[in-house]
């Protein structure tokens, strides 16, 4: 692509250098650069990409996108928001991708990722070809790939909707976080339907306050074209954000939940051991996904797929056949006399979601092993320890992702919550043992707080370590 035709796009303040350059490429980390590429200097917590601008040129950059100039020779477009600028540029460079992809996402604290993928079953039973953005993994023509993150930056975001397009995929479904609305990566996305599923104490390490957190979220929904929104009116700020949009009225609202008012509710609902079965918006729908957090989940997707015109039989054969989601309550079966279930609950209200489903599986007690992110919001480890001293039978405190912070001192946060009644193990793998040896005939086990992360990072180095691997090892050796 010319230049040109990104300048056009991009309509920055000023143009230092400008003369006719063609771009192969679009980069924001120097590691990426291609020769031809266009280097964005963006600010990081770690580094300015405005220093880095020699190094993004050694590497072939021909031009820049800064805040402000730098001392060097090749072609600079000045903007207010590097970051901002990309989103514009990539949704350019890539063909404006979302204008012909059919795109559902999903925001919220709790179950993107469940929601997700009920929603993808449901429109793949519906006749299309679906790519993922999720939190577990990205799906793209059918191939599947494990997700470095949530929402990556809008560069990687908007290529990765092109190769879907490129790839056959007419549709995607994509979990949209707050940091992706934070840092502008969904800024160019065109919505066709966007769902709220909740929002709880989380990332107030980034967002610094609820209110802010609330509003990173909220900015999806509201703009020059909104998009069609399902909102979930038993989470209060879903009712405080549908009632807003509802006043406004300018794209179409589904609201769904768990309260007599939603308009996709789970009418005759049955909770059984092997998932539920329920009546919502007139579609009689069996899941197999265990738990009432879930059937908020399937509200979630029957809601997005309404408002993308699915029929119902799609959605009801879409919900029965909605796949375990890796790391979401998901059961280890090594054929012992209790159940093991490992689930992401990295927060306090999402545990406490998770530990009030698993009681209701059996009449043992419940054992729960968990434990704290290093270097994040540290105002909810004592919030968890309390949720899991008030659900739990067995609570064994241990290490989640400790990063640069001491193990031993997360725990101690974490029992300012629980009391001291608990079992403190740091090394996750023997903490995991150690639950399931307690473990007897109609227990429960939960282990919280990674789900699907196959790796641990301790002291800025990340080794292999999957709950699911070491729960089925422990199941083996405790068997054998």
């Avoid at 990063?403 to 079992?423: F, H, K």
């Amino acid at each position: 692509m010319e230049l040109e035709a990104l300048i056009r796009a991009l309509a920055p303040s000023d143009v230092i250098g400008r003369r006719p350059v063609d771009v192969s490429g679009l980069a924001y980390d120097t590691r990426h650069t291609v020769d031809g590429g266009l280097f964005f200097c963006v600010r990081g917590s770690r580094a300015d990409g405005h220093a880095l601008a020699p190094e993004a040129i050694a590497r072939g950059a021909v031009a820049l996108v800064v805040e402000e100039p730098v001392d060097v020779v090749v072609p600079q477009l000045v903007v207010d928001d590097a970051r901002a600028a990309m989103a514009i540029a990539a949704d350019t460079f890539y063909g404006h991708p979302t204008r012909t992809l059919e795109v559902a996402g999903v925001t919220g604290t709790n179950g993107k990722s469940t929601t997700a993928g009920v929603l993808r079953s449901i429109l793949e039973c519906d006749g299309h070809s679906v790519g993922l953005v999720g939190t577990v993994d990205w799906v793209v023509g059918g191939d599947r790939r494990d997700a470095p993150f949530t929402t990556p930056e809008a560069i990687d975001l908007h290529r990765l909707f092109r190769e879907m397009l490129d790839a056959g995929d007419d549709a995607v479904v994509l979990e949209a976080s707050s940091h992706g609305s934070h840092f502008r990566r969904l800024d160019l996305v065109r919505f066709d339907a966007l769902g709220f599923t909740n929002l709880t104490q989380d990332h107030l390490d980034l967002h610094g306050s609820m209110e802010e957190y609330f509003q990173a979220k909220r900015r999806m929904f509201i703009g020059a074209e909104p998009p069609p929104a399902a909102v979930n009116v038993g989470d209060q700020h879903g009712r405080r954000l549908a009632e807003e949009l509802g006043r406004a009225g300018r794209a179409p609202l589904v609201t769904f939940g768990l309260r007599p008012e939603a308009e996709v509710r789970a009418d005759g609902l049955e909770l059984r051991p092997d998932g539920s079965r329920f009546v919502t918006a007139g579609i009689p729908v069996t899941t197999p996904l265990r738990g009432i957090f879930n059937v908020e989940n399937v509200l979630a997707a029957v809601a997005l797929a309404l408002l993308l015109d699915v029929g119902e039989d799609a959605i009801a054969e879409g919900v029965a056949q909605a796949p375990q989601v890796a790391g979401r309550f998901e059961p280890i079966d090594e054929g012992q006399a209790f159940t093991v279930l490992v689930d992401y609950a990295h927060t306090p209200d999402a545990l406490d979601r998770v530990l009030e489903a698993a009681r209701a599986l059996d009449t043992g007690r419940l054992i729960v092993v968990f434990g704290a992110g290093g270097d994040r919001d540290r105002e909810k480890r004592a919030l968890m320890g309390q949720v899991a001293s008030s659900r739990a039978d067995v609570c064994v405190l241990t290490s989640d992702n400790p990063r640069s912070e001491d193990p031993l001192a997360i725990i101690g946060e974490i029992v300012e919550g629980s009391g001291t009644d608990v079992e403190i193990d740091p090394d996750r793998r023997s903490a995991i043992r150690r639950a399931i040896d307690l473990a007897a005939a109609r227990d429960v086990v939960v282990v919280a707080g990674k789900g699907h992360e196959q790796g641990q990072e301790i002291a800025g180095v990340v080794h292999p370590f999957d709950d699911r691997v070491e729960a089925r090892s422990a199941l083996r050796e405790a068997r054998a």
